[in-house]
């Protein structure tokens, strides 16, 4: 028999994994909020620990890692960096950057290949090659961040623009060209504040574009385009950014009523 698997967080995208490790013959162990993750830990040894919760509940899902675990973690949220785990000193986690949308009640859709680095790639992308989906393994640290970045750079411009003149993602490339270059150039501030690091803007913003090209229908707001918002907002007052398209959507807030983003978080 393969080895376990552990899946912390099993709403749409937790699922797809689900699906992909048990077609390959890897017994799957689902955590739920009540779950005893030591007495979990315990009980079996998984080869990996799929850690699947939202966005608002990953900081506190790591502090709470068995120790036992630490060197298997696969993290997937949005708005990743690198400070997201290393606060907790996990020095090596794999990371995939999903870009394929599951709703409930439908099959995933791909945008583009997902990009996954870490030890633990390639299984990642025999699993999600399982069931259709692909993934781009990567070669090194530097383009884990730069995708990171992309993804970023993504989905708080289109949920920051979507706020102001709602729509699709190829109305906002083909309407509102300034408008979602100078949130994209705001946010990309925001993301070389936060790592520390300078980047080509104009390679990441034709990578998102890329991202847009994929699925132009793509609706902009996300449910979650309010608090993205509002925690790009924050992070720019402390690092002394002046961001005045940010500033500008802030108002729009209360008239959200939006839809899904990438992947539900």
């Not at 376990?4 to 797809?16: C, K, L, N, S, W």
């Not at 890692?65 to 997937?76: E, K, M, T, Y």
């Not at 979650?224 to 002046?242: E, F, K, N």
Request: a neutral charge; proline letters at 5%.
């Amino acid at each position: 028999m393969k080895q376990h698997i552990v899946i912390i967080g099993i709403g749409e995208i937790g699922a797809v994994f689900a699906r992909g490790f048990l077609r390959l013959g890897h017994p799957v162990y689902p955590a739920t909020r009540s779950t005893d993750l030591n007495n979990l830990a315990n009980t079996i040894e998984p080869a990996l620990v799929i850690v699947a919760v939202g966005e608002g509940d990953l900081q506190s899902t790591l502090s709470n890692l068995p120790d036992s675990w630490r060197d298997r973690i696969v993290l997937l949220q949005n708005e990743l960096l690198p400070s997201s785990w290393q606060q907790h000193t996990l020095t090596d986690p794999t990371v995939i950057s999903i870009w394929f949308e599951k709703k409930k009640g439908q099959d995933s859709k791909v945008l583009i290949p997902s990009p996954a680095f870490g030890p633990h790639a390639k299984l990642l992308y025999d699993t999600l090659a399982a069931v259709d989906i692909p993934v781009k393994q990567l070669n090194n640290a530097d383009e884990l961040l730069f995708e990171l970045v992309v993804k970023n750079l993504y989905i708080i411009t289109t949920n920051v623009a979507g706020l102001k003149v709602g729509g699709n993602v190829g109305e906002l490339q083909s309407k509102h060209e300034a408008l979602m270059r100078a949130i994209a150039n705001e946010v990309l501030a925001i993301q070389a504040s936060l790592t520390q690091r300078s980047f080509d803007n104009e390679a990441l913003i034709v990578a998102m574009r890329k991202a847009m090209d994929a699925d132009p229908e793509h609706k902009c707001m996300g449910r979650s385009a309010p608090a993205r918002l509002q925690r790009a907002l924050t992070q720019a007052a402390d690092a002394g950014l002046d961001v005045p398209y940010l500033k500008k959507n802030r108002r729009f807030r209360s008239f959200f009523r939006g839809s899904l983003d990438i992947h539900p978080s």
